[in-house]
């Protein structure tokens, strides 16, 4: 069974810094893209970041790029996003997912509030 | 960036009733290896997404058969034979043929 479990979330001022994990297990995690998802309070869905299977590619949204950082560990099938320049609209839950040209599953999120 | 509508924005549905969900992209979704990642997301009230439907018309794994997708090109169609109480939630088109990654704004499913 597919499990992701997303840790790392919580209160952290405008400026601030956080890095989240994601605990994979369940399938082949080298074999996998991954990607952050997020979801700002009572709003819809965002797509933050990607990273091949390898680590090799990474991929962000422009509102992230330059401040945010996805990286794995595949000896540890954990999924990391290195986050820093936090703003008031980083706010939100942080879905990590599995993806293959989909989202196909997810992990159940953390919420990040971004906020002095 | 490709941008995605979803039509209507809030679905009331009775029970036993079908229900559809439009979702129109800015472009065309058609990969150059052929394919199109067009899919379906279903987001219950306080639950994660959950993958409905991949590559347009493909039911993931565990996903009633009432739910059914369809389409091509820049037009797709999500679609309930026959609406549930736990069909409750919001449903997200996603694009993932080129990044950025786009969802629709979502589409609220509630019951009459």
């Known amino acids: 069974e597919v499990q992701l479990v997303e840790s790392g979330g919580g209160l952290v001022q405008p400026g601030g810094s956080l890095r989240l994990s994601c605990a994979a297990s369940?399938?082949?995690?080298?074999?996998?893209?991954m990607s952050w998802v997020r979801q700002a309070p009572g709003k819809g869905l965002e797509w933050v970041s990607t990273i091949t299977g390898s680590g090799g590619s990474t991929y962000y949204a422009d509102s992230v790029k330059g401040r945010f950082t996805v990286s794995r560990d595949n000896s540890k099938n954990t999924l990391f996003l290195q986050m820093s320049s936090l703003r008031a609209e980083d706010t939100a839950v942080y879905y990590c997912a599995k993806y293959i040209r989909c989202f196909d599953y997810w992990g159940q999120g953390t919420l990040i509030t971004v906020s002095s | 960036d490709i941008v995605m509508t979803q039509t209507p924005l809030s679905s009331p549905v009775t029970l036993g009733q079908p229900a559809s969900i439009s979702c129109r992209s800015s472009q065309s979704l058609v990969h150059s290896d052929g394919n199109t990642y067009l899919s379906w997301l279903q987001q219950r009230p306080g639950q994660p997404p959950r993958l409905l439907i991949y590559?347009?018309?493909n039911r993931f794994s565990g996903v009633p058969d009432r739910f059914s997708g369809s389409g091509a090109g820049t037009d797709f169609t999500l679609k309930i034979s026959r609406v549930e109480a736990e069909d409750v939630g919001v449903y997200y088109c996603i694009q993932a043929t080129q990044f950025p990654i786009t969802f629709g704004q979502g589409t609220r499913l509630e019951i009459k």
């Open positions: 590559k347009i018309s």
């Open positions: 369940g399938f082949t995690f080298s074999s996998y893209a």
